[in-house]
């Protein structure tokens, strides 16, 4: 039962434009999510989070926004440049268990010049 | 400040060996996290210790298994390996601490291959 889900692998978008992945839950216990970026043969990199009591975080040109009601969140990236080309990963946490994350398959970003 | 360092960052074994990985977290972290990532299934939970005991375990066999020592430092064994135990093993770092803000930070990763 996958219970944090990414349903584009891929998205491809222009430079300079916006690019919004997106993310579904199912676990009504997650109370903090957060995205990371991963390049091939590299770790996750962490990109921005957002806690259950807020509905949108902001970082430069990376925001998070949250429905919980909807068990939606999205990532928004403004202006995309091509070094942002990678896979983008949503995770979740319950109870403040940081330190166990449940992850969505990803989605792969394609940023042409 | 060094990131997360694993070691080995590539490991070929054959069916039925064991093997252990190892993880070096951040300065200052107390928790480790380790992760297995397969193009099937994705990124998932194997376990997590914090000052050198488990306190969180996903759902893995016991072939999977993992120690943590008092400099925070921890390992990972996989025993009687299986083809489907080829992966990206990934660790992650944190201060552990709960209901908090408190990041993960990965490391590279050790691809294990099974032949």
């Known amino acids: 039962d996958q219970q944090v889900k990414q349903n584009s692998p891929s998205l491809s978008v222009q430079e300079g434009r916006i690019s919004i992945l997106n993310c579904d839950y199912t676990n009504s216990m997650f109370d903090y999510f957060l995205w990371y970026k991963k390049y091939p043969a590299e770790g996750p990199t962490f990109l921005i989070s957002i806690s259950s009591i807020k509905d949108k975080n902001e970082d430069g040109r990376f925001t998070v926004f949250l429905n919980k009601s909807a068990k939606h969140l999205s990532l928004h990236i403004v202006p995309s440049q091509p070094g942002d080309s990678a896979v983008y990963f949503c995770a979740a946490s319950a109870g403040g268990s940081n330190y166990k994350l449940t992850f969505g398959k990803g989605t792969l970003l394609t940023v042409n010049p | 400040k060094a990131g997360v360092t694993q070691t080995p960052r590539y490991l070929i074994k054959t069916r039925g060996q064991q093997v252990t990985l190892s993880c070096s977290p951040i300065?200052?972290?107390?928790?480790v996290s380790w992760y297995q990532q397969t193009p099937g299934q994705g990124l998932q939970f194997l376990f997590e210790?914090?000052?050198?005991?488990?306190?969180n375990k996903g759902n893995f066999p016991g072939r999977f298994s993992g120690r943590q020592f008092s400099n925070s430092r921890s390992e990972m064994n996989v025993s009687t390996l299986e083809l489907g135990d080829s992966a990206l093993y990934l660790c992650a770092s944190s201060k552990g601490l709960p209901y908090s803000t408190d990041t993960q930070y990965f490391g590279p990763g050790t691809r294990l291959t099974v032949l």
């Open positions: 210790y914090f000052s050198e005991t488990q306190r």
């Open positions: 300065s200052g972290h107390r928790s």
